[in-house]
T-cell receptor
Framework: DGGITQSPKYLFRKEGQNVTLSCEQNLNHDAMYWYRQDPGQGLRLIYYSQIVNDFQKGDIAEGYSVSREKKESFPLTVTSAQKNPTAFYLC???????????????FGEGSRLTVL | KQEVTQIPAALSVPEGENLVLNCSFTDSAIYNLQWFRQDPGKGLTSLLLIQSSQREQTSGRLNASLDKSSGRSTLYIAASQPGDSATYLCAGGATNKLIFGTGTLLAVQP
């Protein structure tokens, strides 16, 4: 089955620790995205990548880092610099249509990070 | 800056009723619009995508329309069922990213 796999589903972190969330897709999509979801707020874009070895900051990139070494993979690292990391993190992918058109986005099941 | 608003924030209807969810955006320069469904603790499921050249899309009991001139989109759900209970999110696409609304929480009572 084609889809997007996020792991782990739940993660607990102590303050000061970096953690990495995994996102793998087998849809052969060029573009991948990381969003953060907090209660009462819409999804906010952290980082996105339209092609291997290239990525751009979204609206709330501070305290996060990403890499895109393979087309299928787009891991997100939540660093100790992120002041409020407890949230639900969602990875998505799409067939990039060009400079303006995101195409249809497909999402993974999410990873819930809790900082203790 | 693009902002997306969804009204109502929550809606409770009896089974079988037809309903409309609303989405409005501040910048009419969106390129496409996508509607999603989210169940509690889960990821988003794509329902309908309205491309730039389109004005509406239909899938089963769902119909979504887009009016760029007024900055509005609506999602129409016909003959609602308890299984339709979820949060519905709209998102406008512009410059390689989607901007999301805060969602409408729908409860369909049996």
């Amino acid at each position: 089955d084609g889809g997007i796999t996020q792991s782990p589903k739940y993660l607990f972190r102590k303050e000061g620790q970096n953690v990495t969330l995994s996102c793998e897709q087998n849809l052969n999509h060029d573009a991948m995205y990381w969003y953060r979801q907090d209660p009462g707020q819409g999804l906010r874009l952290i980082y996105y990548s339209q092609i291997v070895n290239d990525f751009q900051k979204g609206d709330i990139a501070e305290g996060y880092s990403v890499s895109r070494e393979k087309k299928e993979s787009f891991p997100l690292t939540v660093t100790s610099a992120q002041k409020n990391p407890t949230a639900f993190y969602l990875c998505a992918s799409s067939i990039a249509q060009g400079a303006r058109d995101t195409g249809e986005l497909f999402f993974g099941e999410g990873s819930r990070l809790t900082v203790l | 800056k693009q902002e997306v608003t969804q009204i109502p924030a929550a809606l409770s209807v009896p089974e079988g009723e037809n309903l409309v969810l609303n989405c409005s955006f501040t910048d009419s320069a969106i390129y496409n619009l996508q509607w999603f469904r989210q169940d509690p603790g889960k990821g988003l499921t794509s329902l309908l995508l309205i491309q730039s050249s389109q004005r509406e899309q239909t899938s089963g009991r769902l119909n979504a329309s887009l009016d760029k001139s007024s900055g509005r989109s609506t999602l129409y759900i016909a003959a609602s069922q308890p299984g339709d209970s979820a949060t519905y999110l709209c998102a406008g696409g512009a410059t390689n990213k989607l901007i999301f609304g805060t969602g409408t929480l729908l409860a369909v009572q049996p």
